[in-house]
């Protein structure tokens, strides 16, 4: 089993720029495919971004693409979110999750292991 623990978020004025980090303990995080989710006040989870197991392949949402980067560093055991160009619309709460089996995918029932989530305020 492996935990999860995001830092990096905090609060941004629009059109600025974040990176969070996700650390995995326990497993090395090569064992899974990676996300990261995020969740505003009132909605439900959505899907940011994933990347495969050596970073061969990753994926985005549509609202997303150009704007964030998904990358890891298995070395130390780390998936990164580089958020460019924030907006107001991306404050939310971001997790971070594994995934055992299967390949990028977008939804959230099929990652087994999420982290605590970490706060993203973009102010305008």
């Known amino acids: 089993q492996v935990q999860l623990v995001e830092s990096g978020g905090g609060l941004v004025q629009a059109g600025g720029s974040l990176r969070l980090s996700c650390a995995a303990s326990?497993?090395?995080?090569?064992?899974?495919?990676m996300g990261w989710f995020r969740q505003a006040p009132g909605k439900e989870r959505e899907f940011v971004a994933a990347?495969?197991?050596?970073?061969?392949?990753?994926s985005y949402a549509d609202s997303m693409k150009g704007r964030f980067t998904i990358s890891r560093d298995n070395a130390v055991n780390t998936v990164y979110l580089q958020m460019n160009s924030l907006k107001p619309e991306d404050t939310a709460v971001y997790y971070c999750?594994?995934?055992?089996?299967?390949?990028?995918?977008?939804?959230?029932?099929?990652?087994?292991?999420w982290g605590q989530g970490t706060q993203v305020t973009v102010s305008s």
């Open positions: 326990g497993r090395s995080s090569s064992d899974y495919t």
């Open positions: 999750a594994a995934k055992v089996t299967g390949g990028t995918t977008p939804y959230a029932r099929q990652y087994n292991f």
């Open positions: 990347i495969s197991r050596y970073g061969a392949v990753a």
